[in-house]
C-alpha cells in the first residue's frame, strides 16, 4: 500500500475514534426543580464551566460532561472538583487535553456549582458508588 494512504487512513481512523469516544461520553442532562443554592451554581456553572462541560454539564466537542458516572460523589468527591478548578486537571479520563485553573471562580461559587453538580445528578440518576480500583 501506498505509505501516504496509509498514513492518511490511519489519521482518519483515530480522529473517528476520539469524536465516537465523544459521542458515548455525551449525555442528555434532564434538570428538574433545584434548591436555591443549586440554582445559583447552575448560573455559576453555565457562566464558568460550560464552555467546556456543556450546558448544564452535558458535555462538548472540548470537554467531558460532569453529569457522568465516571463524576459520582465515590470517584470524585467534592473536594478533587474544588482541586479542578483551584489547580486545573492533567488530561487522564478523556481525550479532550488539559483543564486549565479556574481561579475567577471563588469559594463560595464553588459551593453553589457543587451543590448543582450533585442535585442535576442525582436528577439523571447519577448516586454514590464506592470506586474499586
Ligand atoms: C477550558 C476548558 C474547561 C473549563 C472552562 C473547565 N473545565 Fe473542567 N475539565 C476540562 C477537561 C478537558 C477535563 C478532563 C480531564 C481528563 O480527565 O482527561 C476536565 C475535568 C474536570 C473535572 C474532573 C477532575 C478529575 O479529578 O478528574 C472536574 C471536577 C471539572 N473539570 C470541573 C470543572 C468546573 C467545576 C469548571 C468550572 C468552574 C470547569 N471544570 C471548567 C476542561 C475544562
Known sequence: MNIKIFFLTGII?????????????????VVDTLTPRAAAGQVKFNENCAACHGFNGQGTKIGPPLIHDIYNPGHHDNGSFTRAVLKGVQQHHWQYGNMPPQPQVGFSEMANIM?????????????RKEHKM
Open 13 to 29: 481512523l483515530f480522529s473517528t475514534t476520539s469524536y465516537a469516544d465523544h459521542d458515548k461520553g455525551h449525555v442528555d442532562v
Open 115 to 127: 451543590a448543582f453538580v450533585r442535585e442535576v445528578q442525582e436528577q439523571n440518576g447519577i448516586y
